[in-house]
């Protein structure tokens, strides 16, 4: 009688055999579809925030708007088993606390067994694709509040860019409040990532000005009927003091494409850590991505910035 291998994703990886658990995680996902959910409802949860105060995220929602290049390669994000590889790697790094994701991504994290004692957050609104005449009708394609409880994750994100002369902005706006309204009622966190942004010779470019950020944070604090819930998710720009002096909400630091991740950019997270308000960080493709493609050293020149600081 033939014996079905009956070893799990999760267990393969930590035997060491990714290629292993990625053959087992889509024989899974073909053949056991609600074995998404046991993983989900069985991963061990944390709190949100432990003694220091602070957060290492680690963002993976890039691909579900089409945004797949990092520095010169504009498919960098394109292999899945790389960029789950990445994940993997970075999330069994001590020091992280978490991850970003859509629900594919955090799905196959899920079945890979990697959530456990991890902040999982729940990216929503990816309808704005890159490059897409319609990008900044940013619709919410991805989690919704509803999603998010039911998958027992921890935290909710939106993008919110705001572009004056684009009429798509006013519903991303509306979408982004009765999401902000939605985690209040079901007493989730969740954090939003504004830009004031702009059509450019037929791309949408974001004003990364100190006084465009200030702008931006403004508008987006008053999403909602409250903002007991709403964490700031923000670019590190010139004069982040100033920046900072905008809100008394929670912030995460975002990081960017690697192609700029220069000991500058090392330096600019670092003073930002500093300042009041902030949390941590929210980084990707510097991590997952980096330039001299060592994963470890990344994600651990990351967890020294954040977790080295001094609680807000």
Do not use: C
Request: proline share 5%; hydrophobic share 45%.
């Amino acid at each position: 009688m033939t014996t079905v291998d009956q070893t799990t994703p999760a267990e393969l990886v930590r035997a060491g055999d990714l290629p292993g658990a990625f053959q087992a995680l889509r024989d899974l996902r073909a053949t056991d579809p609600a074995a998404v959910a046991r993983a989900l409802a069985g991963r061990v949860h944390r709190p949100l925030i432990r003694d220091d105060g602070r957060l290492l995220i680690v963002a993976a929602d890039h691909p579900a708007r089409g945004a797949l290049g990092v520095g010169d390669d504009p498919m960098a994000l394109a292999d899945r088993y790389e960029l789950l590889a990445g994940l993997a790697t970075a999330l069994t790094r001590d020091g992280v606390d978490g991850v970003l994701g859509t629900p594919d991504i955090v799905d196959d994290l899920a079945l890979l067994g990697l959530l456990d004692d991890k902040v999982v957050v729940g990216s929503m609104n990816r309808g704005g694709l890159r490059g897409a005449a319609f990008e900044m009708d940013d619709r919410f394609t991805a989690y919704d509040v509803p999603g998010i409880v039911r998958d027992g994750l921890d935290f909710a994100k939106t993008l919110v860019r705001i572009a004056l002369g684009d009429a798509g902005t006013a519903a991303t706006l509306e979408a982004n409040a009765h999401a902000v309204d939605d985690a209040v009622r079901a007493g989730l966190p969740i954090m939003l990532e504004p830009f004031m942004s702009a059509w450019q010779e037929g791309r949408i470019v974001n004003d990364l000005t100190p006084d465009a950020v200030i702008t931006s944070i403004a508008i987006a604090s008053g999403l909602g009927s409250s903002s007991a819930r709403t964490w700031m998710k923000l670019p590190v720009v010139d004069d982040m003091a100033r920046v900072m002096a905008t809100t008394t909400l929670p912030t995460l630091l975002l990081g960017g494409d690697p192609q700029g991740a220069s000991e500058d950019t090392w330096a600019g997270w670092e003073h930002a850590l500093g300042l009041p308000g902030v949390r941590g960080l929210v980084v990707g493709r510097t991590l997952i991505h980096p330039a001299d493609g060592d994963v470890a050293r990344a994600v651990d020149q990351a967890v020294d910035l954040v977790h080295g600081r001094a609680r807000p």
